[in-house]
């Protein structure tokens, strides 16, 4: 009688969080075309000016020279369909190089914007910093993490590759770092810690790829610069799913987060 009972509802309950996990996927996809579109746009500004200039109407190279407006519309993009504070924060920065570069053709400045390139160097160091300084001391110690070698994981791929399996079963922490070059990341067949787990990311003109389990959730709150990250996962159907922090900076390179 029970199971008559509960053959349904339980039915119900397993369509209700597939409809769920699709809904949320597809409302993750919607939002990331903004910065496509802004780009697409962009080109076909470009193309019907230079045809104009070509018919004789207007002179293309009386708006060209404004050409850092691009800038500032691709961080409006990005700042706008931005969920995190890393993207809101790349967002501004595209915003602010292009404001500077159109106040320079405009005469209200005199600021050659690149002759600061080195402090570019000095926030990705400053930022590489910050987050060991909190990982250190925000990331709960864990007894079971403490006999177990991979619990803690650090890889490094410099003008070459690097890929890891981990199966930890008290997973705490990663630090994944990529020059010039890229690796794996496959925690797949990991058990992570209850007080949850975090990596580290940082990649300069190369890329990661991070695998995790579909029972996963994942939170990324990564900062790209003239790059990008994508995050695949599926959202678990439990709210109480282990919960995994993706953090970190990517500059001219790619991030790639999924489950399979």
Known sequence: MNMETNGPDAGRSRMDRSF???????????REPAVQIVIGLIVVALGVLFTLDNLHLVHARDY????????????????????????????LLWIGIGGVMIANRLGWVSLRIWEYWPLLLVLIGARIFWQAFRGSATQPFSPDAST???ATVSMLAVL??????????????AE????????????????MVPEG??????????????LVPPT???DAEVTPFMGG???????PASSTAPRLKIRGFVMMGGLDIKNR
């Not at 996990?21 to 993750?28: A, C, K, N, V």
């Open 229 to 235: 990250y994508d995050d695949r996962t599926q959202a």
């Open 197 to 210: 787990a975090v990596v580290d990311v940082f990649a300069v003109m190369g890329g990661f790829e991070i």
């Open 148 to 150: 177990d070698a991979d």
């Open 20 to 30: 769920h996990m699709e809904r949320s996927f597809r409302i993750r996809r919607r």
């Open 64 to 91: 060209l020279r404004f050409w850092p407006a691009a800038f500032v519309a691709v961080g409006l993009a990005q700042f706008a369909q931005a969920r995190s504070a890393g993207r809101r924060l790349a967002g």
């Open 176 to 191: 994944v770092t990529a020059f010039m070059g890229g690796g794996k990341l496959d925690l797949r067949d990991a058990t």
């Open 216 to 218: 996963w959730a994942v």
């Open 160 to 173: 070459g590759g690097s890929s890891r399996r981990i199966v930890s079963q008290a997973f705490q922490r």
